[in-house]
Structure formats: C-alpha cells, structure tokens
C-alpha cells in the first residue's frame, strides 16, 4: 500500500530542520577545540574557560520558560530563526578578535540564541511528527547533534593546529556554518494551529517533571564527561578521548533513531529503562578502564544507552503534550537538559576535591539509575492508591 504523505516522517520540512540543526549544532561543537585556547590568549585562565561555558549556558536557559509560553502566540519558526539571527550576529562579532570582556559578550548573546533555537527545533520536531510516530521522528532528528559532534570538534582541531591559530579564519567557518543553519530554517514551514485558549499558560508544565527529571540524570553524567573525560584522559594516559567522543557520537547516530522507532511500537518505559541500565554500565566501565580498548568500548556502549534512553525520554515527554502545551512542555524539559550539564559539571568539579575519578563515574552511574528506583516508587504508590 503507498504511504499518505502526511505519514511520511522525512519530507522537505523534516529535511530543511534537520539542516538547521545540523549546521547550528555544528557552529557550536566546532568550537569546543578552539574557544579554550582563544581564552588563554586574550589572558584569561582555565577558570575563565568554564567561566565562558557558564555565562553560555545560564543565558541559554534564562529566557526559555517565557519563550516556552509565548511559542504558541509569536510560532515556533519565528523563534527558530531568531535564535538562530543571534546566535550568527554574535559570530560575526568574534570576527573581531575581541578582548576577553567582549568575548564574553558575545557568548551570552549566542547563548540567548541557542536557548531559543533550542526550544523551537524540538518543538518543531513534535509538530511536524505524523501522529503514532514521534518517537521515529524524534530518533531521526537526534542524528543530527551526534554527527556534527563527530566531525567539528576533529575539524577546528585540524585548522587551529594547521593555521598556527588564525582564529580570523576559524571563527569565519563557525559564523558560515551559522549562516547555513539561517538559510535552512527559513524553508522550514510550520503548521497551523489554533491559538485560542493560550493567553493564561504556566512558564511550567507539572506532566513533563518525571521525563525532565530523567533527561536531567542522564544530562548530569553527559555534563561530567564532557567537562572531565579530558582530564582523565591525562591521568590515565589513554590518548584516545578525541576517539571516544567520535565513537560515543557515530553510536548514538544509529541508536537514536532505532530506539525511537522501537519506543513507538513496545512503549516508552520498555526502551527507556534498559537503556538507563546500559548507561549506568558504559560508566562503570569509564570508571574501571585503565587500556585504550576498554575505553573506547565504553564509548560504544554510552552511545547506545544514551542515545536509546534520549529518544525514549523525549518521546515520552511529547506523549504527555497537547499541540498547545508543546512550547512550555518542550521548555520545561530541555531546561532540565541543559541544567543537568551545568550541575553535574560544577557539583563533580567540586567533588574531585575529595575523590578520585573512578568514584566520581562510579557515583554517576548511580545516578543513571536513579529514575529507575523513582519509576518503583511511583508504581508502588499508584498500587497503593487503587488498593
């Protein structure tokens, strides 16, 4: 039987998106080799690199609940391409080789920027999602982070490295992977909907805290190996973290979109809560490897886990939406996202005062199965309340 088009997950809207998140998502890890090492030579310390990170992340988040109420009244595209206008306007702005005060200017511009861009590419993503098939959608759509992960970061290593650290030249090849972002989101096309009923929504929404507690476990340890996987790295003498990355993102290119699909047909818990365990052991493993195999197996092994638990939990957050609830629910929940890189960075920064790395991953993959023990207790007292 042919497939009505309005089933089809893949169509020129879903593929416009996808390239504007690629691309975005690309403006953005591509300077992970690079900002470091610009900070240090404007005059700033490592404190000042995290610093940055910080002011980045805070004004990404800062805004998003009010975003999240009014997506519904001002449209989902309009706030993707504004984010988007920012967050490119800022990277015109390093252009300029700016001092250090300048510098931090323009991140937290571009972090205002990626706060909405953000909320309006996973909302989107639901919209534009046929009915029975956001979990599908939602996997195919989560490609598109991993596969600008596994291949920007390498690239601004290449150039910073091969042009002595013209960083003239490398931060024109973020803005133009910024403007290509642009150009993408404006063949977006976003459904209509009715607008009636929205004038009173919350800046919060109570039906996503359980999904947005799970994304923020699974974010906290997402935090702790971006932020220090590097430093162990070092301890350990693996030289194979750029490796790591690289795998962990190829795995959850291919596992996302697999979960995702599986999620909509056995149900959200049966993917989420096998794939929270598989997390939960890539992290011991992290927590025990001391050879370059085992380490980069661990990869492997978190790139499936996270990737599967990803696709589930968002999923299963969109489930509990209404189309008119989608700007604060998607709010709602991509700000515990972003909040659980920010404390697991800062809380193991503190941590690694007292303890080693292996306790400290040993600990995250405590917390990996945290929402497992919650999904107990809340069967438990659902029994308990119809006994």
Request: with cysteine.
């Amino acid at each position: 039987m042919p497939v009505d088009p309005k089933d089809r997950i893949i169509n020129k809207n879903f593929i416009a998106l996808f390239g504007a998140v690629f691309f975005l998502f690309f403006a953005l890890d591509y300077y992970i080799p690079i900002l470091p090492f610009y900070v240090i030579e404007a005059g700033g310390r490592e404190a000042s690199v995290g610093l940055l990170m910080g002011v980045f992340v805070f004004c990404s988040i800062i805004l998003r609940p009010f975003q999240g109420r009014d997506l519904n009244k001002r449209g989902r595209k309009r706030l993707l391409v504004m984010g988007i206008s920012l967050y490119a306007a800022a990277g015109l702005g390093l252009l300029l080789l700016p001092a250090l005060p300048l510098l931090f200017i323009f991140r937290a511009i571009q972090g205002f920027g990626w706060g909405a861009f953000l909320l309006a590419f996973n909302t989107l993503t639901l919209d534009l999602a046929p009915e029975g098939k956001r979990g599908s959608a939602v996997g195919l759509m989560g490609m598109a982070p991993p596969f600008s992960l596994a291949t920007a970061p390498v690239l601004g290593e290449y150039l910073r490295v091969t042009t002595s650290g013209n960083y003239l030249l490398l931060f024109l090849v973020a803005l133009v992977a910024a403007l290509l972002a642009l150009l993408c989101s404006a063949i977006v096309r976003e459904p209509m909907f009715d607008k009636s009923g929205t004038e009173k929504t919350p800046l919060l929404l109570g039906k996503v805290i359980f999904p947005s507690l799970i994304i923020l476990c699974m974010t906290f340890n997402l935090g702790v190996i971006l932020t220090f996987l590097p430093l162990l790295g070092e301890v350990r003498d693996l030289q194979a973290v750029g490796y790591f990355f690289t795998i962990f993102a190829l795995t959850t290119v291919f596992s996302r979109p697999v979960a995702g699909r599986l999620s909509d047909y056995f149900g959200r818990q049966v993917i989420l809560l096998p794939a929270l365990v598989i997390a939960a052991v890539s992290l011991v493993m992290i927590a025990t490897a001391v050879t370059v195999s085992q380490f980069l197996l661990s990869a492997f092994v978190l790139g499936i886990g996270f990737g599967s638990g990803h696709s589930s939990v968002m999923a299963m957050a969109a489930d509990r939406l209404a189309v008119m609830e989608r700007g604060v629910g998607m709010a709602t929940f991509t700000t515990a996202f972003d909040l659980g890189i920010v404390i697991g960075s800062v809380t193991v920064g503190v941590l690694l005062t007292w303890f080693n790395f292996q306790a400290i991953f040993l600990l995250c993959a405590v917390i990996m199965l945290l929402p497992i023990l919650g999904n107990l207790i809340k069967r438990k007292l659902i029994r308990a309340e119809v006994s």
